[in-house]
């Protein structure tokens, strides 16, 4: 195409987003890494993934018709034991979003300093709109294409978003077929009585409660008098609102993915969640008035809980939050230009991979107890998850005075410092 005027040709900029999920793990542990002095040896190794497959899987339809779905497991370090993260269904997963989950979980366990590694798993499709038939062969079948890389010594997946305990379930039996025994220890996050541990499915949601709490120690903030919003009503999002709910904390805003619901005096919250078990969305609940998710991330409260997805606090809307705290229920909810605003703002940011970490501390206690066949009661779960958290949190917190910097920084330099030594005293092979 040719100008005819002096005018710049350049194409318009198109507007992307800020950060891919990667490219944000990435940058903060580029800083992370260089605060820590860490050679650069060990910083290319610790960068880069050791292993992805991307596999196709074929899909008969209930109606006949055949899709093939894209799959893909990513390994991204093994330094410190098997690797281990969940496996989601969606459709906007890609292998960059993968990528970035998986080194999000090396970085979680090492903070938490449980024996795994980092992976992470996805399929790119509509779990909403799929039957449970559907379900079930898309998750045979991806389990079969992951199958030589997977077990309860190499890489162990675990419930991500829109897969659960019956997906578990699948996956546990799939392997097991095919290895002609029953191994329960290939995944986590399975029904209890089936190698599942009490307490698993609200482990997130309980791991945030101990860090909303010592949060709160930290900042001053009396609970009693807190005003909560969470964004995101599956999983985690449900459980953290109902345990605050049940300690007396108000919450005053919750969301679905069509949107928020507030009420400044404090949500009826077991009905908001018994309305959700029953209709799948808040739309129709009686209380409270509806706002877009912005406006309920903009809201004024003192303690704001992002359990839904990744890049919804970004340098568009980080300078616009009215709270005091965050802490990121969510894998990947802040990117990383707004880390820079949040803490001009002097907002306390409890960073994803020290905060959700409660998933996987006890799947770790679920692998341990199917090594065991041997079962502890949900209050030995819960107090052994309190006291891992809690002892993370102020070793990140001690991290962030002897370094001068965030929490998000001090939790990168905690994780990446374990794993640097693993890896360093168990040398480079060959
Ligand atoms: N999907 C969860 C996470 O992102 C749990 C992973 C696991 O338990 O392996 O942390």
């Known amino acids: 195409m ?14 992307a987003p800020e950060h891919t999920p990667f490219s944000s793990m990435l940058q903060r542990f580029d800083r992370a890494a260089e605060l820590l002095g860490l050679d650069d040896g060990l910083y290319r190794i610790l ?64 903070i938490v300093n449980v024996p795994f590694g980092g992976a992470k798993g996805g399929v790119c499709c509509n779990a909403r709109e799929m039957s449970i038939k559907e379900l079930e062969r898309v998750t045979r079948r991806y389990t079969i294409a992951i199958m030589d890389i997977i077990g309860p ?17 699948w996956i546990m039996d799939t392997y097991s077929m095919h290895q002609r025994h029953t191994v329960t220890g290939v995944v986590t996050g399975k029904p209890w009585g089936l190698g599942g541990s009490m307490g698993r499915r609200e482990a997130t949601g309980r791991g945030l409660l101990t860090m909303v709490r ?24 449900a459980t953290i609102a ?17 949107g928020g619901l507030v009420n400044t005096g404090g949500l009826d919250v077991p009905a908001v969640v018994a309305h959700l078990d029953k209709n799948g969305s808040l739309d129709g609940f009686a209380e409270g008035e509806r706002c877009s998710n912005d406006e309920l991330l903009e809201l004024e409260c003192d303690i704001l809980l992002p359990c839904a997805t990744e890049n ?31 803490d001009a703002n002097d907002i306390f940011v409890i960073p994803d991979i020290l905060a959700n970490a409660g998933g996987v501390v006890v799947s ?63 040398g480079i092979y060959p």
């Open 364 to 426: 770790y206690f679920e692998w341990v107890q199917d090594r065991m066949g041997y079962f502890w009661d949900e209050r030995d779960v819960n107090n052994r998850l309190h006291r891992l958290m809690q002892k993370a949190f102020r070793r990140v917190l001690d991290r962030t005075k002897s370094s001068a910097v965030n929490m998000r920084t001090a939790a990168y330099m905690e994780g990446i410092d374990r794993v640097a030594y693993f890896t360093k005293m168990r």
């Open 214 to 237: 010592e949060a709160s120690l930290v900042k001053e903030l009396d609970l009693a008098n807190a005003r909560v919003v969470v964004q995101g009503a599956g999983n985690v999002g």
């Open 312 to 342: 919804q606090i970004t340098s568009r809307n980080a300078d616009k939050l009215r709270c005091k705290i965050i802490v990121e229920g969510a894998n990947g909810p802040t990117s990383a230009n707004a880390d820079d605003i949040l």
């Open 47 to 110: 960068k880069e993934p050791e292993r992805e497959l991307k596999v196709a899987i074929p899909l008969q339809r209930d109606d006949g018709s055949l899709e093939v779905l894209s799959g893909w497991r990513v390994q991204h370090n093994s330094a410190m034991g098997p690797c281990k993260g969940g496996i989601r269904y969606s459709p906007h997963v890609d292998v960059d979003e993968v990528r970035a989950l998986a080194a999000w979980m090396t970085w979680k366990s090492a």
């Open 242 to 258: 109902t345990l605050l709910d049940e300690i007396g904390v108000k919450i005053i805003a919750i969301s679905d993915i069509d």
């Open 2 to 15: 040719s100008s005819t005027t002096d005018a710049p040709t350049d194409p318009p900029i198109v507007e």
């Open 153 to 169: 010594d190499r890489d162990v997946p675990a419930p991500d978003m829109y897969t659960n305990e019956q997906v578990m379930a």
